[in-house]
């Protein structure tokens, strides 16, 4: 998928500013999904964006689509609420990694189930960083935050495992340093009919760069190219280790929700 | 034509006052004593092409509907206390996004788990304050079968009209009673239908609603790109905005003024008996029946014994208990709680009448017998005039 040119772009931005920092990658996934969008042609008056809260749920007074940005973890809900109403849109479901997998990981975990036709792009930078650096449930074992000042001591969640094992029909990861490789990545989800869930490891510099190191945003991104491995080479073991698979990890067919409910309205009917 | 007389529960009304509202989306959690509103829409939604879902908590399901409303379908959630707090959170939301909805607590004894699931009227300030911050909302009290059908339409047409979650407040009682009632016919009814703005996109940015009209919100996906967020937003542009004051303070006041200017349009009381009254029971919801039955009572014994009974419980109809205030000399207030609407009332009467509170917590009805010893109480004391 070729990526638009920025003039293109910016047709589907509601401001030119963001409030994120110098660094911070979640422009550039912004960037994906309206590059994902327009790539495929879709309606833009169809396009919904549901996003919770923390950085990443911003994003919705940046685009111009039409936008909802909820409460702290219950994008999902919301956006199943939004599909099951009108199956007619596409939704698209910005959550951040806290957002995602803690307080709303009750939500992915059943919304993956459901198999609804939700296109999920979770921003996971592996910190909290609206609220200045804490750490969350993707934050790696060892990590410096200011809520683990010695160490995280908790095991990370692979979020990309647990919504495949919840149930999602599309799963896949890509970084915003491949970024036409996270435009198709994200482009997929929204073709796929069914849970897409895409996970765009992001950086934060300010909040995670700073504590961990490297801090300086194109090492980050550098940092992270280097960890990141085709999912077709990637394998289990001392070899890859702190590395991860990108690409798109899981791809199955099951019915989908919202299309399941339609049988149940004619058997209701009769 | 008339619908003939059926025993309907109260729960099954509040279902089919929905569909007759043009409810169209259902999003819900098992919990006694509010099931069965979940049970019976689970079936005749599909019918009518409407959606429902059972999801994975009440915080999901309030987020639900929360979502199926800016789809622009009317949508409705029930549930009874300890799902009643988790949905606190969306129905902040709803109140500061201003998204139509309404939310059935059908009350049982709390706190907590509480007494599964014996009736109770605890939740009341809950349904007024239950979510943080300053807002404004809407609650109804049923006290009968027909009144949950009637009442969830009136909740509806709030909703719609006032761009705000609506509570109706039942309980274990009412929602499970049986009566045989005719319920109202569609052409009986009267429907507040979603609208949209009845003007292009490119205006609909350069209007504003006003508390004397409020516009419509327009659906997601339809011709009006919509932003819909938690956050003090500009009401002119709908775009986020804390950083200035003055536009905090334009959307706090309109939340609130949008629905208390309109207070006497909201605000139904049934008065029963009240031109030679000398005392009154203030009393909602189930026990409204009690008082009533002690009322014909004490009236039977010749006692100038009255009711006033609010429907509305949100926003408090305070002009009606001053109007009642001014008549009588004591006020009898028996609620299922420990003096929630009492505390409401002596506010309201701001001491030109007694206000005699009387609460139970113990998950039983308030029997008539025991507010006619109230009653009793009160003219031995003054001596039965």
């Not at chain 2, 011709?223 to 003055?246: E, Q, W």
Request: with cysteine; aromatic share 8%; proline share 6%.
């Amino acid at each position: 998928m070729r990526p638009r040119p920025t003039a293109e772009i910016r047709h589907y931005l509601r401001t030119p500013k963001t409030l994120w920092c110098p660094g911070c990658s979640n422009g550039i996934v912004t960037r994906a999904i309206i590059d994902a969008v327009v790539n495929l042609g879709l309606d833009p008056d169809k396009v919904v964006v549901v996003a919770g809260i923390g950085c990443s749920g911003r994003t919705t007074a940046y685009f111009d689509f039409s936008t909802v940005h909820c409460t702290h973890g219950r994008a999902l809900p919301v956006a199943t609420g939004v599909k099951a109403a009108d199956p007619s849109l596409h939704v698209v479901v910005v959550m951040g990694d806290g957002d995602c997998a803690a307080i709303g990981g009750n939500h992915l975990i059943h919304a993956a189930r459901r198999n609804i036709d939700l296109t999920a792009v979770v921003f996971n930078n592996l910190i909290y960083g609206m609220t200045g650096g804490q750490m969350s449930p993707t934050t790696r074992e060892g990590d410096v935050s200011t809520t683990s000042l010695f160490g995280n001591i908790e095991q990370a969640f692979d979020i990309c495992e647990l919504a495949r094992a919840a149930g999602a029909t599309y799963v896949a990861r890509g970084i915003p340093y491949s970024y036409q490789q996270l435009v198709t990545l994200i482009a997929g989800g929204l073709v796929h009919k069914g849970f897409s869930f895409v996970e765009a490891v992001s950086t934060c510099p300010t909040y995670y760069g700073r504590q961990n190191k490297p801090a300086e945003p194109s090492e980050m991104l550098k940092l992270m190219k280097r960890s990141a491995v085709p999912a077709a080479t990637f394998k289990e073991g001392a070899e890859f280790r702190d590395r991860f698979p990108v690409g798109v990890l899981h791809h199955a067919e099951r019915q989908e929700y919202t299309q399941a409910y339609e049988e149940v309205q004619r058997r209701a009917r009769e | 034509m008339p619908q003939p007389r059926r025993l309907v529960q109260g729960n099954e009304a509040v279902a089919e006052g929905a569909i007759a509202a043009g409810a169209r989306f259902f999003a819900g959690y098992p919990i006694t004593p509010s099931t069965e509103i979940a049970e019976v829409l689970s079936g005749r939604l599909p019918q009518v092409g409407g959606h429902f879902i059972q999801m994975e908590d009440e915080i999901a399901s309030m987020a639900a509907v929360v979502g199926a409303s800016l789809a622009g379908k009317k949508a409705l959630t029930a549930t009874s206390g300890p799902g009643f707090s988790l949905m606190q959170e969306n129905i902040g939301f709803a109140a500061m996004a201003q998204v139509p909805c309404v939310i059935v607590d059908v009350m049982r004894g709390g706190p907590s788990t509480g007494l599964p699931t014996e009736p109770s009227q605890g939740d009341v300030m809950q349904a007024r304050w239950g979510t943080h911050g300053e807002h404004s909302i809407i609650a109804l009290v049923p006290s009968s079968v027909r009144e949950c059908f009637t009442l969830t339409v009136q909740a509806f047409n709030f909703a719609e009209q006032f761009r705000t979650p609506v509570i109706v407040l039942s309980d274990a009682t009412v929602g499970h009673m049986r009566e045989a009632v005719e319920l109202p016919t569609p052409d009986e009814l009267h429907i507040v239908e979603r609208g949209e703005p009845d003007c292009s996109p490119a205006a609909y940015d350069q209007v504003v609603s006003t508390v004397d009209n409020i516009l419509p919100r327009p659906a997601l996906g339809s011709r009006f790109k919509v932003h819909a967020t938690g956050l003090v937003y500009n009401r002119r542009s709908g775009a986020p905005d804390t950083g200035t004051p003055a536009v905090a303070q334009d959307l706090g006041r309109y939340l609130r003024e949008k629905i208390y200017r309109h207070r006497d349009d909201i605000t139904m009381v049934e008065e029963l008996e009240m031109e030679d009254a000398e005392v009154a029971l203030f009393a909602y919801g189930s026990v409204a029946r009690s008082a009533k039955a002690a009322m014909r009572w004490a009236r039977a014994q010749g006692v100038k014994v009255g009711m006033v009974r609010p429907i509305t419980l949100w926003p408090f109809p305070t002009a009606a208990v001053e109007y009642m205030a001014d008549r009588v000399r004591t006020v009898i207030v028996p609620e299922m709680n420990l003096r929630q609407m009492a505390w409401e009332v002596q506010a309201a009467v701001k001491g030109r009448a007694k206000v005699v509170d009387y609460g139970r917590v113990d998950g039983t009805l308030i029997r008539p017998d025991e507010i006619e010893k109230l009653i009793e109480k009160e003219f031995h004391y003054h001596g039965f005039s």
